[in-house]
């Protein structure tokens, strides 16, 4: 057995006290980062220079694809991707990886996701893209449902952690509950606490994480 602990970066403090509770802290440490992508990837890759971790978690309250994910559903990420880094241009948005600036698309690691899938039946599996901007507009999330058939949700962080843990040679995997649709902005809509309750009842799954 691994004898590293595991290493799970929420965005903020609510999320990580939604589970940090029902975790070992000798097995799992959970670690708030501030939330959006720059913040996510220098908060990850200064935990991960502290210590040894076997595995990084991204993990958090997420958007949802209508259709895709239901509100309170849990998703497990296949890969984590950066779906505004690029550029726009007349033909439509151009992604680094077509400016030869490297990739948008980390693949979450297989054993990882693997174990979440058999710890978690019900949860969704799919792509969850990072965005530095909350979508807010039903013509955004349409376009990003089209650009993205395999996405099911969104959230702020996830291509971050990701970027840091290949940088640390770390395996990384993303876990997001989701606490609203993606589309018009409705804040007051948001279910946060049955996110959180999505959230704390996969903690015994990131215990059983190799
Ligand atoms: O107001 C609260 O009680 C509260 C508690 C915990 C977290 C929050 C946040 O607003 C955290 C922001 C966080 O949420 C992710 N997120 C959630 N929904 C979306 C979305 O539709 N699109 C993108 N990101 C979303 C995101 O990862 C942020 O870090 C509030």
């Known amino acids: 057995m691994n004898p590293y602990p595991l290493l799970v970066v929420t965005a903020v403090a ?3 006290e939604a589970f940090r509770d029902l975790l070992d802290p000798d097995r799992i440490v959970v670690g708030a980062v501030g939330v ?3 913040a996510a990837a220098a908060g990850t890759a200064r935990l991960l220079a502290t210590r040894d971790y076997r595995a990084v978690i991204s993990a958090g309250i997420a958007g949802g694809f209508p259709g895709r994910v239901p509100v309170g559903g849990l998703v497990i990420a296949t890969r984590s991707i950066a779906a505004d880094l ?3 241009s007349p033909g439509g948005f151009l992604p680094i990886d077509e400016l030869g600036f490297g990739t948008s698309v980390l ?3 297989p054993d990882l996701v693997k174990a ?3 710890a978690l039946p019900e949860a969704v599996c799919g792509d ?3 965005l530095a901007t909350v979508t807010g507009t039903g013509e955004t999330a349409d376009r990003l449902a089209a650009r993205f058939p395999l996405a099911a949700a969104e959230a702020m962080e996830g291509y971050g952690v990701a970027v840091a843990a290949e940088g640390a040679g770390v395996p ?3 876990l997001r509950a989701i606490s609203n649709p993606i589309g018009p902005r ?3 809509s948001w279910r946060i606490p049955d996110a959180f309750a999505a959230l704390r009842a996969a903690a015994p799954a990131l215990d059983a994480l190799p």
Do not use: S, W
């Open 14 to 16: 609510a999320e990580a």
């Open 36 to 38: 959006g992508p720059a």
């Open 86 to 88: 690029g550029a726009e």
């Open 107 to 109: 693949d979450a690691d």
């Open 116 to 118: 979440l899938r058999a």
């Open 128 to 130: 969850v893209l990072t």
């Open 172 to 174: 990384f995997a993303e």
């Open 186 to 188: 409705d804040r007051e």
